[in-house]
């Protein structure tokens, strides 16, 4: 007997935030097909966004497992002011088995991102207010698109988790400037009520890689070394290696090479590889002095990012219609 309905026809509403997004994954026993599919400009003024709608396939096979493909079905796709583009006007299937998982992905580009700083969030009032790096250049009652904001949230039983907001993704309107008006870098949304205390994080990294011997020694001895794993504090800037049997002291020094250590961070959902450092981070070429030692692990000072999030002006919305079949 099947567990699911035969068949069930859902819709998928959604604004295109900064970024790329994962907008539809086909469930475990759903066979689904993308029926309909467009985006609209919604944007105010003389707008020209553009869109790239990615089918991607990921593995789920025990000896491939995270190897993707990607199949663009359209890339940078331009939406004139007051218009849509129709992408998909007939059937996308996507699978769902064992060995494989489909998705659908959406990236938009369009003017007006900016970075933010800082969130603070009110669970008594629902407000949020939020800090960004440069100014943001909205007014009240502009509507809004952000994404990739990481909380630490305290549950209802007590326990500590860590969240990406907006979840599920949605527009917000303006509804105060808080400092001066064209040069503010602070306004305020209404994100709702919710009785748990929120605590704004820095992007959260996910380590993913390293290139082969990027750790050298330049006040010490041994090395080169190819750690194993790493951590990395935006608010702190501290950097945690772990490399068996390093044989360093408190005061050695070492030097990463560019791009030698990848992460996977918040500010896009984990979905995009992010090597470090990058030649214009503070610990490109740079001796940096090591502390905290254990056998297997140390800490250097890479600099603190306060980064965590985007935000900008609501541009466009996608819409989608999705058949789902049930295969079990």
Known sequence: MAVAPLNKFITIAVPVAPGEQTVYTAPTGVSSIVLYASVANVGIGNTYP?????HRRKSTASKTSGNTR????????????NDALVIVDGRLVLERSALLRDSVVIRGVQSGITTITNVGYSSVTGIATITTINAHGFNVNNEVTMSGIAFTC?????????SIFPEPQKGFTVESIVDNVGTSKTFTIDAGKVPILHTYLPAVHSFVSVVTGSVTVTSGVGGPFTPTNATYDGATGVLVLTIASHGLSNGNTIRIADYGITFRCSMDNYLTDHPYPRPTDPASNTNLAISNITTNTFQVNVGASLSGGKVGPLQMELIMSI???STT
């Open 50 to 54: 553009t869109v790239t709608f990615t």
């Open 70 to 81: 990607d199949i663009r079905i359209i890339k940078n796709g331009e939406i004139p002011p």
């Open 154 to 162: 305290g549950g209802y039983s007590g326990s500590i988790t860590t």
């Open 323 to 325: 058949l789902e079949n």
